[in-house]
């Protein structure tokens, strides 16, 4: 039947931010720009029933990449996500479940309930996680692989600028969806806290 997260070794399981990744996207205008931050970093701790783990993540807002240096600057500045004044996103886990969707998923699906924070703003958001396994690594590590979505408004966060266009229309979405490619490390006695 494939992975379960009862696979999982109880313990802190640290992200690699170099095998991981947090991606982004918005509609603009008629089309999707995609984003990603590239510093970040967190932890899940797995506890003896899995369902009972929690998990937390901060992102360095300053490290939006859009692959438009002009753009990234304005991303970062007040009129979004004033980086100056709120240079972390903070994720905190709050409880997990099985999910109930995705009949031909290939992985184990789950929701992990949590609390976004984002300039100072905390709203509940819920990831829909796929859980991939575990396994050793070429290192000597054992890893677990997660992938996980989210969609949320950026107004919910006061993130209001826009663009009015000519009929009613705005030059960016309100809906950012999320995406998470996840490699985790499980601590091991001589890993440092």
């Known amino acids: 039947m494939g992975a379960e997260v009862s696979d999982l070794e109880a313990g802190r399981w640290s992200i690699d931010p170099v095998h991981s990744e947090i991606t982004f996207t918005i ?8 984003g990603s931050f590239l510093d970040f970093g967190g932890e899940v701790v797995i506890g003896a ?28 500045s007040a009129d979004f996500l004033d980086v100056r004044r709120h240079p972390v996103m903070t994720f905190t886990g709050t409880g997990i479940e099985r999910a109930a969707v995705g009949r031909r998923a290939r992985s184990p699906r789950y929701h992990l309930d949590g609390e976004l924070t984002i300039k100072d703003v905390t709203r509940p958001v819920r990831l829909l996680t796929e859980f ?27 993130i209001e600028f826009n663009v009015p266009l000519q009929g009613d229309r705005v030059m960016l979405g309100d809906e950012i969806t999320i995406g998470l490619e996840i490699q985790a490390v499980l601590a091991t006695a001589d890993t440092p806290a």
């Open 27 to 34: 509609r603009h205008l008629m089309t999707t720009v995609r």
């Open 49 to 76: 029933d899995p369902l009972d783990s929690t998990a937390r993540a901060e992102i360095r807002m300053g490290s939006i990449d859009t692959r438009s240096a002009e753009r990234d600057e304005h991303v970062r």
């Open 132 to 158: 991939h396994g575990v396994g050793a690594d070429p290192w000597g590590g054992t890893r677990a692989g997660f992938t996980a979505t989210a969609a949320i408004s950026r107004r919910d966060f006061g």
